[in-house]
């Protein structure tokens, strides 16, 4: 028995479910030399804004005990710029293209943004990032359940290509911040971006990256993504892109078994390029070794501990 690992995610038709995070894999073009990224079941790039930005000062990343705090603010070249540059090899690879945007100042930026790519016919599908915790704001448009709702709604009524909608940790209840996606008509869900830490070197007494506060991803994340994950797949009907220190097979099939219909591979990506073509073979091995043909009898097939 063959297994089949495709997925459908709104309107897209993915050969298999592993994508790559926004923000750790470039615009793809950077990780071409390490294999061929034609295998990967989609792409996500870099968010992207209106205008072009350099990002926060340096430093902008430090390791932590299991992971790393990032506060890259954003550094991106600006719509035009990536639809000129970017887009001419994204569109040759012939796989789901997802563009990940957000809004600088006021969130009718993602108005003119979705307007932009909506013409895009090579792009598959448009992730709003409205939980990015290194723009210096006091809130994030993903803490608050109304605004999320506002937001998706009104995007949705620009674009028929499919919409994720990415969402924050950083917040006492992401389901309803969830809940509040789906009912405003997003396609799908991705979860989670980053949890907002520090970290101080206690030699010089200051804090490790020139933000002083980033966000924190990796292997240490994982058990509050798995349970955000969870909490959200009981919450609503929309898929959810489930991410958070995914870092083999054995950690994104956690995300599948938690919830997840398909999952990013993020801060992986630096220590080993090539992790996401792994996981893939891993699924596949696993999936033929435990007779499961389709995906979706392992998601959210989660059981309940014996006495
Ligand atoms: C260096 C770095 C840059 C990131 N940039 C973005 C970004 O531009 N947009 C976004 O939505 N998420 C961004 N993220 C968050 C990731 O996409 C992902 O949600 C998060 O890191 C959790 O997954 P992980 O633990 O596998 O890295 C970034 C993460 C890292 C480590």
Not at 38 to 46: P, S
Not at 288 to 294: G, R
Request: proline share 5%; hydrophobic share 45%.
């Amino acid at each position: 028995m063959k297994p089949n690992l495709s997925v459908k995610i709104g309107k897209l038709d993915l050969k298999n479910p592993v994508m790559v995070a926004s923000g750790t894999f470039g615009y793809a073009e950077e990780f071409k030399d390490f294999f061929d990224l034609k295998k990967l079941g989609a792409i996500v790039t870099k968010t992207i804004t209106i205008r072009a930005r350099h990002g926060n000062l340096p430093p902008r990343t430090c390791e932590t005990p299991a992971g790393m705090l990032n506060s890259i603010g954003l550094e991106n070249p600006g719509i035009d710029k990536f639809i000129e540059e970017k887009i001419p090899f994204l569109k040759k690879l012939g796989i789901p293209v997802i563009v990940s945007i957000a809004a600088e100042e006021d969130p009718e930026e993602f108005a003119i943004l979705v307007k932009q790519l909506d013409k895009i016919s090579e792009i598959s599908a448009i992730e709003l990032n409205i939980s990015c915790p290194n723009l210096q704001k006091n809130k994030l448009i993903s803490q608050d359940a109304q605004s999320t709702f506002a937001l998706v709604s009104a995007v949705r009524q620009l674009t028929e290509k499919t919409l994720i909608t990415k969402l924050s940790p950083n917040v006492t209840s992401i389901s309803e911040i969830a809940l509040a996606a789906q009912n405003a008509g997003s396609d799908a869900v991705a979860l989670i971006n980053t949890l907002t830490g520090m970290s101080i070197d206690v030699h010089k007494r200051i804090p490790k990256i020139a933000s002083w506060v980033g966000g924190l991803s990796g292997p240490a994340i994982r058990p509050v993504a798995i349970k955000m994950v969870w909490e959200t797949y009981n919450k609503i009907k929309i898929p959810i892109i489930g991410m958070g220190g995914i870092m083999d097979i054995e950690s994104a099939l956690e995300f599948f078994i938690a919830g997840s219909t398909a999952i990013s591979v993020g801060t992986a990506n630096f220590i080993n390029p090539r992790i996401s073509l792994e996981i893939i073979s891993g699924l596949k091995a696993y999936m033929e070794d435990n007779d499961i043909q389709n995906l979706s009898n392992i998601t959210g097939k989660l059981k309940a501990c014996k006495d």
